[in-house]
Every structure is written in structure tokens, then in C-alpha cells.
């Protein structure tokens, strides 16, 4: 259990990352599959290439909490942006 926590935790901040980096916030589908991406990764050098056991539950809630943080700042973000193209006036 708390493989796949630690697992869903980490491909969450990833996303999240990706997101607020390359302004991918909008589109869902390509967030969608990054995590399912990052999930797979994650899940193979668990089992494979890490010891049993060696990311606990605090690995998890920072990761958790990294990847709320970016996607408060992703959404700001775009909202800043948003109201930046309304508040210019057109070029004719």
C-alpha cells in the first residue's frame, strides 16, 4: 500500500512539474498520460532497482504537498494570463 502511494505521489509531482513548466495546464489528456508515464517508472524502479521499503510515507506527503503547491501555481498562472489578454487591446 504504500508502494503505490508513494508511486501515485511522485508521478503526481511530476506532473504537476511538467505542467507548470511547459504550460501544459490545459490540456488534460497529455497530463493524463505524463502520469500514467512517470506511474510506470516509478513502479519499475521500485520493484526493480530499489530496496524494499525505501521511499516511505514522508516521501509521499512532500511529494503530495510539492505537487499541490505546483498545480495552485500552474492555475494562477493562467488566470494571470487570462486576465493579461483581456486587459490588451487589439492590434488592428
Same mark, same amino acid.
Given at each position: &500500500?504504500?508502494?503505490?502511494?508513494?508511486?501515485?505521489?511522485?508521478?503526481?509531482?511530476? *506532473?504537476?512539474? #511538467?505542467?507548470?513548466?511547459? @504550460?501544459?495546464?490545459?490540456?488534460?489528456? $497529455? $497530463?493524463? !498520460? #505524463?502520469? *500514467?508515464?512517470?506511474?510506470?517508472?516509478?513502479?519499475?524502479?521500485?520493484?526493480?532497482?530499489?530496496?524494499? @521499503?525505501?521511499? !516511505?510515507?514522508?516521501?509521499? +506527503?512532500?511529494?503530495? !504537498?510539492? +505537487?499541490?503547491?505546483?498545480? &495552485? $501555481? *500552474?492555475?494562477? /498562472?493562467? /488566470?494571470?494570463?487570462?486576465?493579461?489578454?483581456?486587459? @490588451?487591446?487589439? @492590434?488592428?
Amino acid at each position: &500500500m504504500v508502494s503505490i502511494l508513494v508511486g501515485i505521489s511522485i508521478a503526481a509531482f511530476l *506532473t504537476s512539474l #511538467y505542467a507548470f513548466r511547459f @504550460d501544459a495546464g490545459r490540456e488534460p489528456w $497529455l $497530463l493524463a !498520460g #505524463y502520469f *500514467t508515464l512517470f506511474l510506470v517508472i516509478e513502479w519499475v524502479a521500485a520493484h526493480f532497482f530499489l530496496p524494499a @521499503d525505501a521511499l !516511505g510515507l514522508d516521501v509521499a +506527503a512532500v511529494c503530495f !504537498g510539492l +505537487a499541490i503547491v505546483f498545480a &495552485m $501555481l *500552474t492555475e494562477i /498562472r493562467q /488566470r494571470k494570463e487570462a486576465e493579461m489578454r483581456a486587459a @490588451d487591446p487589439e @492590434d488592428g
